[in-house]
């Protein structure tokens, strides 16, 4: 498919070009549903269409779109913006189905952050799958899910630290003794005092730097400690639950 030149690329723009090729019984799911759901943080230009066809339906492989054969009741098909999508909580399942635990857990918190979906209905999702296939880590990714994350870096922060057996509280607000609000911090471990903060790269800004070193000092004039994690941290996950334990222990 061809677009003009002067339209930036995008998912919505590929969406468009999909709707010219795919037959009238898909529907777009996966990523690209939570994508029209309003969970944009889920795909971007670089991500595969998803689009899903009833069984029998005979469509693709086409470049760039992911198409999977499917049962897809009248139920779990909704119309958004004139686009066919899978429902949002068959969205929510299928992701956490399909994906790593980690990333399922990713999805979710974002689906949940966005109200796209609620636990209730993660939960009435899972009584009546349409498949037994991933059923199980689909459970556990939902018991892991947490609507407070604010970004996929901190999910996949305090789904690691979980699945070590160090539950965190996420978006904890720390106060003085009166009751004063001193600061919110990623993951909390409250009873030890201990922060656990993912420290992206806009962190580095000189003005953020130095909000960040007086919230540093608030936290620890009230006799908190803060484990800082980077990217790099999340890709050596034992090292990074080791650094973490040794700090609660101390």
């Known amino acids: 498919m ?5 339209l930036p690329d995008g998912v919505g723009v590929r969406i468009s070009g999909a ?9 777009f799911s996966g990523r690209t549903a939570a994508w029209l759901h309003g969970a944009r943080e889920l795909a971007g230009p ?5 689009v899903s066809v ?25 119309e958004v913006r004139g686009r066919r999508c899978t429902s949002p909580s068959r969205t929510a399942l299928d992701r956490a189905r399909a994906e790593p635990l980690v990333e399922a857990v990713v999805a979710l918190d974002v689906l949940l952050a966005r109200h796209v979906v609620t636990r209730d209905e993660l939960q009435r999702a899972l009584a009546a799958p349409p498949s037994a296939r991933g059923l199980r880590r689909a459970s556990r990714a939902v018991e892991l899910a947490d ?9 996949r922060l305090r789904v690691v630290l979980a699945l ?4 965190a509280v996420p978006q904890f607000t720390v106060r003085d003794p009166d009751g004063g609000f001193l600061a919110r911090v990623d993951l909390a471990f409250p009873d030890q005092r ?3 903060e993912y420290d992206g790269a806009w962190h580095g800004g000189t003005r953020q730097f130095a909000q960040d070193r007086r919230r540093l000092n608030r936290l620890t004039a009230a006799g908190w400690r803060v484990v800082f994690v980077t990217a790099a941290d999340l ?15 101390s």
């Not at 670089?46 to 998803?50: L, M, N, W």
């Open 164 to 167: 070590a057996g160090l539950e």
């Open 54 to 78: 009833p069984t029998g339906v005979r469509f693709g492989p086409v470049s760039g779109l992911r198409v999977r054969q499917v049962a897809l009741p009248p139920e779990d098909v909704v």
């Open 194 to 196: 201990l922060a656990v």
């Open 19 to 27: 709707c010219l090729l795919v037959p009238p019984a898909a529907v």
């Open 147 to 155: 609507h407070r994350a604010e970004s996929p870096q901190e999910s």
């Open 46 to 50: 670089d991500t595969p269409v998803e």
């Open 235 to 249: 890709h050596d996950p034992d090292a990074l639950v080791a650094r973490v334990a040794a700090a609660l222990r």
């Open 2 to 6: 061809y677009a003009d030149a002067a």
